[in-house]
């Protein structure tokens, strides 16, 4: 359960009220009126907290849970121990994001400007933001109703930040726009120079990067991200889009929605990402490449060509899931042969 010294929990909530929450429907011999206190894991749990079970690999916990309420799929619903209510959904795990989410809501903002912050005249700030202790606000900056700015965090001139968004602590901002409900974690660097330079004797001269980055809404930036701006276009990165810690998205990328990109990924310079990819811890993608919508990258993937929609690449360099599993397959029986 969570730490009350760092989490405020609300409720209680009834079973009923969950059931409406989670968009799940009740089943078994249940009190729709009892109420719950907190969310839980399943080992951990006790009659007034809720849990789920979204991975076949927990039934056996499930079984011999304590929960005094469940989300499960229909398909597992029979493994319950008796007694437990259950919040029967096709999909239990966004149906306990969503209770979850009820438990722990997102405080709301207050309107304050902390007296060690430093605002620039012209920036706008809408109703509601909160400035902490050491951010710095550059000029004609804009900031929408109710985000938060961090301590410490640096935001350049002209950034503009939407409604909502939450900006982590020691955060630099430059050179960006941003959307609506962006999740900015702390340490994260948004519109620094992109690595271009013309390579040659007697010195390498840097080409100026005059571009941008834009961000969606309801993207969510992992800590220690670093985005490059454009060098003459715009770095985007689109609606919905999740990017994991330590992630290194070069000049001119361009990102789809919905995206996943795990930790320590490294996207090269103007590579093009479609919808809903999702890319695998420390997988790099290579220079000027496309990789099509939907497309899974698999963990530690080298990606040295174009990537067509709808395909799972694994290896370095990447190849489709079944061709790697077969050149897996195929080296360790020369190994298992030339050992005998």
Not at 102 to 127: C, H, K, N, Q, W
Request: hydrophobic letters at 45%; glycine letters at 12%.
């Amino acid at each position: 359960m969570a730490d009350p010294r760092f989490y405020a929990v609300a409720g209680p909530f009834s079973l009923e009220e969950l059931a409406t929450i989670a968009k799940a429907k009740v089943s078994g011999r249940t009190d729709p009126t009892h109420r719950f206190v907190d969310v839980a894991p399943l080992d951990d749990a006790g009659p007034d907290h809720v849990s789920f079970l979204d991975n076949r690999l927990y039934k056996d916990e499930f079984a011999a849970s304590q929960a005094g309420a469940c989300l499960v799929s229909p398909a597992l619903a029979d493994r319950a121990p008796a007694g437990m209510a259950l919040l029967v959904t096709p999909e239990p795990y966004r149906a306990f994001a969503r209770v979850a989410q009820a438990f722990y809501p997102s405080p709301p903002a207050a309107s304050s400007i902390a007296p060690r912050a430093t605002v620039d005249a012209s920036a706008r700030l809408g109703e509601g933001v909160r400035v902490e202790a050491g951010a710095v606000i550059g000029p004609k900056v804009e900031i929408g109703r109710g985000s938060i700015i961090g301590p410490n965090a640096v935001i350049g001139a002209g950034v503009t930040i939407g409604e909502e968004c939450w900006i982590g602590s020691g955060t630099t901002l430059a050179y960006c726009v941003i959307g609506a409900r962006a999740i900015i974690h702390p340490g994260v660097r948004i519109g620094h120079d992109g690595f271009g330079f013309a390579l040659g004797a007697p010195s390498h001269l840097k080409v100026p990067q005059v571009g941008r980055v834009v961000i969606e809404d309801d993207v969510e930036i992992g800590a220690n991200t670093t985005i490059d701006r454009g060098s003459m276009a715009d770095t985007r990165i689109g609606a919905g889009t999740k990017i994991d810690n330590l992630v290194q998205i070069a000049h001119n990328v361009q990102i789809g929605r919905g995206c996943i990109i795990v930790a320590q990924v490294g996207i090269s310079g103007s590579t093009r990402i479609g919808d809903f990819v999702m890319m695998g811890g420390q997988s790099g993608v290579a220079g000027h490449l496309d990789i099509g919508r939907g497309a899974r990258v698999g963990a530690q993937a080298g990606i040295m060509r174009d990537v067509p929609a709808g395909t799972t690449v694994i290896g370095s360099p990447a190849v489709p899931v079944k061709e790697f599993w077969r050149q897996v397959a195929t080296l360790t029986n020369i190994s298992r042969r030339s050992g005998s």
